[in-house]
């Protein structure tokens, strides 16, 4: 699904979709995750083109009943029509996963498993040293990291994935940032680490998912959380190289989530009771 999507079911005003398939590809209580969060497929229903409706586009965000029919004609024509049921079921619990420092038994947990994935793997042992990687070079594409570990870029982020459903890594726009419970992992076992100024991830909401071009212009400031975003003007970071409107449009709708606000507009939010 694209970001613009995906934030609209968040936001409530998309609620289903339309596929092509050869047979279903999802299954009713499926949660899938997103750059959103969590999606929830609430219903699979196979349905002719001819009953679709102008009440179907509206809720599938199409910009009209004709739009929705040519795009099902684009591609596999051939193929039956499916209407999923979607619904947007919270945050990716990894977030907060992630931003939890484990204690000392969970750590033990974590690094037997860590163990056992080194075990188990044909090429020897890679937890911690793409652990280390990622900790050593944050928000680097991928396919550079994989070459550096001499690996192929596939393998490498199913590896990278294992690590995130631990919540030990988070992904960004461009490569991955060790979270704050993979740094504990790392500092438990006394790995060295980089510079102390990093020795830990900062505190606070990760940005949105805005493209490449706008995140790298915001990491390069040292501007990683929405909370510092908000330490800036809308003009401060609408300047920067890269950002335009469709990042500055995802960052003002995860700030309003947060309940937070650009430098010169904060006054200006109303109280909430």
Same mark, same amino acid.
């Given at each position: 699904?694209?970001?613009?999507?995906?934030?609209?079911?968040?936001?409530?005003?998309? /609620?289903?979709?339309?596929?092509?398939?050869?047979?279903?590809?999802? =299954? #009713?209580?499926?949660?899938?995750? $997103?750059? #959103?969060?969590?999606?929830?497929? %609430?219903?699979?229903?196979?349905?002719?083109?001819?009953?679709?409706?102008?009440?179907? *586009?509206?809720?599938?965000?199409?910009?009209?009943?004709?739009?929705?029919?040519?795009?099902?004609?684009?591609?596999?024509?051939?193929?039956?029509?499916?209407?999923?049921?979607?619904?947007?079921? &919270?945050?990716?619990?990894?977030?907060?996963?992630?931003?939890? #420092?484990?204690? $000392?038994?969970?750590?033990?947990?974590?690094?037997?498993?860590?163990?056992?994935?080194?075990?188990?793997?044909?090429?020897?042992?890679?937890? =911690?040293?793409?652990?280390?990687?990622?900790?050593?070079?944050?928000?680097?594409?991928?396919?550079?990291?994989?070459?550096?570990? &001499?690996? /192929? $870029?596939?393998?490498?982020?199913?590896?990278?994935?294992?690590?995130?459903?631990? &919540?030990?890594?988070?992904?960004?726009?461009?490569?991955?940032?060790?979270?704050?419970?993979?740094?504990?992992?790392?500092?438990?076992?006394?790995?060295?680490?980089?510079?102390?100024?990093?020795?830990?991830?900062?505190?606070?909401?990760?940005?949105?998912?805005?493209? *490449?071009?706008?995140?790298?212009?915001? %990491?390069?400031?040292?501007?990683?959380?929405?909370?510092?975003?908000?330490?800036?003007?809308?003009?401060?970071?609408?300047?920067?190289?890269?950002?335009?409107?469709?990042?500055?449009?995802?960052?003002?709708? *995860?700030?309003?989530?947060?309940?937070?606000?650009?430098?010169?507009?904060?006054?200006? =939010?109303?109280?909430?009771?």
């Amino acid at each position: 699904m694209r970001p613009a999507e995906l934030e609209a079911i968040r936001a409530g005003d998309v /609620d289903v979709a339309f596929r092509r398939w050869d047979r279903p590809r999802v =299954r #009713v209580g499926t949660r899938m995750r $997103t750059a #959103v969060g969590l999606v929830e497929i %609430t219903s699979v229903d196979r349905v002719p083109v001819s009953s679709l409706t102008a009440a179907d *586009a509206r809720r599938a965000g199409a910009a009209s009943l004709a739009a929705l029919r040519q795009g099902l004609d684009r591609v596999h024509p051939e193929r039956p029509v499916y209407r999923i049921g979607l619904r947007y079921a &919270g945050p990716d619990p990894r977030q907060a996963l992630r931003e939890a #420092v484990p204690d $000392t038994t969970e750590i033990d947990a974590i690094v037997a498993w860590l163990d056992r994935l080194d075990r188990a793997s044909p090429t020897g042992p890679w937890t =911690r040293t793409t652990l280390l990687l990622i900790d050593e070079l944050p928000a680097i594409r991928a396919p550079d990291l994989a070459q550096r570990m &001499g690996r /192929d $870029t596939p393998s490498f982020k199913q590896n990278v994935r294992k690590l995130k459903e631990r &919540g030990l890594t988070e992904s960004l726009d461009i490569g991955y940032r060790l979270s704050a419970r993979g740094a504990a992992v790392l500092d438990h076992e006394g790995h060295p680490r980089p510079a102390p100024s990093r020795s830990a991830p900062e505190p606070g909401t990760p940005l949105p998912h805005i493209g *490449a071009a706008a995140t790298r212009a915001l %990491t390069a400031q040292g501007v990683v959380r929405l909370e510092q975003v908000a330490t800036l003007s809308e003009g401060e970071v609408r300047a920067l190289h890269g950002v335009g409107p469709y990042a500055l449009r995802h960052l003002r709708t *995860a700030m309003d989530a947060a309940g937070l606000a650009f430098r010169d507009e904060a006054g200006a =939010r109303p109280e909430t009771s």
